[in-house]
Nanobody, 123 residues
Framework: QVQLVESGGGSVQAGGSLSLSCAASGYTSSVYCMSWFRQVAGKEREGVAYITIRGTTNYANSVKDRFTISQDKAKNTLYLQMNTLKPEDTAMYYC?????????????????WGQGTQVTVSS
C-alpha cells in the first residue's frame, strides 16, 4: 500500500504561481510512476502530468510550458510547480501513484490516490 497526502493548494490571481506537494509513505520503494490529476465538480478527472522513477515526464497539452512536475526521492515527495495560472486551472488537484510498470495520464491506470488539494484561480 502507498499513502499520499497533498498540500500547497490555495487561491491565486490569474498569472500567478502555486506549488503543490505530495508526500508519499508506505511501500514507496515499489512506486514506478507518480502523477498529478485535477477534477472540476461534474467533470471527469483529467491527467495533468506524470513522472517515472527514471525521471521521464509527460504533460497534458493544456499545461505544457506552464507546469513542471518533479520529485525528491530522498524525501518521497512529488511536486507540481504551476506558473502563469489561468482561471480554467481551477480544480481539485490529486496526486496518484502506481507500482505497475506503466505511466499514463489516464486515471484508471492508478490505484493509489491522495485526498486532493483545492486550487482556485481568479480572473
Amino acid at each position: 500500500q502507498v499513502q499520499l497526502v497533498e498540500s500547497g493548494g490555495g487561491s491565486v490571481q490569474a498569472g500567478g504561481s502555486l506549488s503543490l506537494s505530495c508526500a508519499a509513505s508506505g511501500y514507496t520503494s515499489s512506486v514506478y510512476c507518480m502523477s498529478w490529476f485535477r477534477q472540476v465538480a461534474g467533470k471527469e478527472r483529467e491527467g495533468v502530468a506524470y513522472i517515472t522513477i527514471r525521471g521521464t515526464t509527460n504533460y497534458a497539452n493544456s499545461v505544457k510550458d506552464r507546469f513542471t512536475i518533479s520529485q525528491d526521492k530522498a524525501k518521497n515527495t512529488l511536486y507540481l510547480q504551476m506558473n502563469t495560472l489561468k482561471p480554467e486551472d481551477t480544480a481539485m488537484y490529486y496526486c496518484a501513484a502506481e507500482t505497475r510498470w506503466l505511466c499514463s495520464l489516464r486515471s484508471n491506470d492508478y490505484r493509489y490516490w491522495g485526498q486532493g488539494t483545492q486550487v482556485t484561480v481568479s480572473s
